[in-house]
């Protein structure tokens, strides 16, 4: 095993190829944005057509993207990968994995499941008078807003407006909640949504989120809610709007690093 991380580096033309063997699901729809935007690195052991293991890591995340079903080989790239803190895989690997690092590394894990749900009915509508659409000329609005509503998954704000679908509850001026595409691919679009805690409970990011859902399947997309099995809010936000869960995947995550996803 090579003692750096660039041996299994993959090189940035070769990303889209591997997109395109990923796939379009609800569960690839956020590796799939990155890689043909190039936003994150690629760690593999195999070529893209034919790959034993793949890690995708998103720009500054600890949180990793596994694929493949060579369990040795998975491990192998986590070994070259500084400072991660979970990987998430398809749950019929995640119990492999886990017990491989925990037996190799001498670290206990946990396992937590990532629910992706689809809104393949009409998105409702959900009014709410400080909910709006943003568009380009709100960059400023958005930039200047608390890191927690600034959104992500885009390489700017502008890129994000453009790109990208947002809508946001404007409260004197100031973004406190916010909805928004955190990722696009050609069939789907990740929602990811926020709010600062002193305006929740008030409906805006049921508003936002319903506002940002229609202009996905006005775009010929399907929007995706993915969250953590034990975030009830979020699930309860989801099942209001219609969401019906369609795919699963599994946290193996490292036990110092244990947190709500």
Partial sequence: MASTPERYLLKREAYPLLADVVGERPETV???????RGLCQVYIVGTPGHFGAVIIQGPGSTELMGYGQDVPAL???????????????????????????EQHMGIHVWYYGDLYHVLRKPAVSWDNTAVRQLMLSDTPLLEAAPKAVRGAGFESAE?????GLVAAAIVEGQIVSIAHTSARSRTYA?????????WRNRGFSSAAAALVAQ??????????????EENFASLRVAEKLGFTKEGVLT???????????
């Fill in 159 to 163: 890129a994000m407006l453009t790109d």
């Fill in 30 to 36: 956020i590796t799939v944005h990155q890689l043909r």
């Fill in 251 to 261: 946290y193996v995550m490292l036990q110092q690093e244990r947190k709500l996803l």
């Fill in 75 to 101: 491990y192998e790239l986590l070994q070259v990968i500084p400072h991660w803190s979970c990987v998430e895989v398809v749950p019929d690997y995640a119990q492999a994995l886990g017990q491989r690092i």
């Fill in 190 to 198: 990740d929602i990811g949504v926020a709010t600062l805690e002193p």
């Fill in 215 to 228: 202009k996905i399947q006005e775009a010929g997309q399907i929007p995706v809610w993915s969250t953590g």
